[in-house]
């Protein structure tokens, strides 16, 4: 006997920027805040439909350890975890009358468990370890130089910065020459290995001059529909890049990262390292608060 299709009904929803506290400045990301009995394909499907990087649907807890359960969908495909969602999210339950049941806000999604600290407004997830570290082979690094379209010479550093996503991290001399680049599609293609996440992505950092509101500027691009794409502002990358960075004495236990700086965003990523702890945080506001028919 065939199944009657499900009603749709009104359900609460958020759109809320990420990495910001200026509306429209960060990373946008879709919050259903009751994602019961909506079926895998119907999340999947309003995905696609916001024209967003992701969208969030929020669940009941399986795990009487978690506050929520959260399913992470980008176009296409789910994710396991993501680090804009996983502080938007926080941030529309919380706003929505979320209680957590200690000091840290426990979220449950594919990778598990992930804790989430808050500082007034502000939260900040614990970065999760790397699955790939080290340096790079010079025949990488040659090949992400011309698709930068920068002389080798110009990477001082670089290194993987695996935490899921399958990041490359490469250290430019200056801000100003990771603003200035123009990457070439054609080129970074090759960069795909066929890994969980979005592929062949490079993730580009530079360090600001001393008197900028922050220590580095950061740029994602990774293989789109139409050739390259660029990420406003990316919780993974800057977690991986935060491990890599501290990790090898290039930068501090507590630093800011700009990002989205070349897309007109003002996005803003905070890292602190506690004890064998990173953590990544950044600012959230509501921009779209209502309810959507699903």
Same mark, same amino acid.
């Given at each position: ?120 407004? #502000?939260?900040? /997830? ?8 080290? =340096?790079? !082979?010079? $025949?990488?690094? *040659?090949?992400? @130089? ?72 950061? #740029?994602?691009? /990774? ?8 990420? =406003?502002? !990316?919780? $993974?990358?800057? *977690?991986?890049? @935060? ?29 602190e390292r506690d004890g064998d702890r990173i953590w990544v945080g950044g600012d959230v506001v509501t921009c779209v608060d209502g309810s959507v028919l699903l």
């Amino acid at each position: 006997m065939k199944r009657a299709p499900r009603q749709a009904r009104d359900r609460l929803f958020k759109q809320v920027d990420v990495f910001t506290a200026i509306p429209y400045r960060g990373n946008p990301l879709a919050v259903v805040l009751d994602g019961t009995d909506l079926s895998t394909e119907e999340m999947q499907h309003f995905t696609n439909w916001t024209n967003l990087s992701e969208a969030t649907f929020v669940l009941p807890p399986t795990d009487a350890a978690a506050d929520y359960r959260v399913r992470i969908f980008c176009p296409g495909r789910e994710l396991p975890f993501a680090g804009h969602p996983t502080l938007g999210t926080c941030h529309a339950w919380l706003q929505a009358g979320g209680q957590p049941k200690s000091e840290f806000v426990v979220q449950e999604c594919g990778v598990g468990l992930v804790q989430i600290q808050r500082d007034g407004d #502000r939260l900040a /997830f614990a970065a999760p370890p790397l699955i790939k570290s080290g =340096p790079m !082979t010079e $025949s990488d690094i *040659a090949l992400i @130089a011309r698709g930068l379209g920068v002389e080798r010479s110009d990477i001082v550093h670089h290194a993987w910065c695996d935490n899921g996503p399958n990041w490359r991290g490469v250290m430019l001399r200056s801000a100003e020459q990771v603003l200035a680049l123009r990457p070439d599609a054609a080129i970074l293609a090759g960069l795909d290995i066929g890994v969980v996440g979005p592929r062949g992505k490079v993730g580009v950092v530079g360090a600001q001059s001393v008197d900028h509101d922050t220590s580095f500027e950061v #740029r994602a691009f /990774f293989p789109g529909n139409n050739g390259m794409a660029e990420d =406003p502002v !990316t919780g $993974s990358l800057n *977690a991986a890049l @935060a491990q890599w960075l501290i990790g090898a004495g290039l930068a501090p236990e507590r630093y800011v990262a700009a990002q989205g700086t070349a897309l007109q965003r003002a996005g803003r990523v905070y890292i602190e390292r506690d004890g064998d702890r990173i953590w990544v945080g950044g600012d959230v506001v509501t921009c779209v608060d209502g309810s959507v028919l699903l």
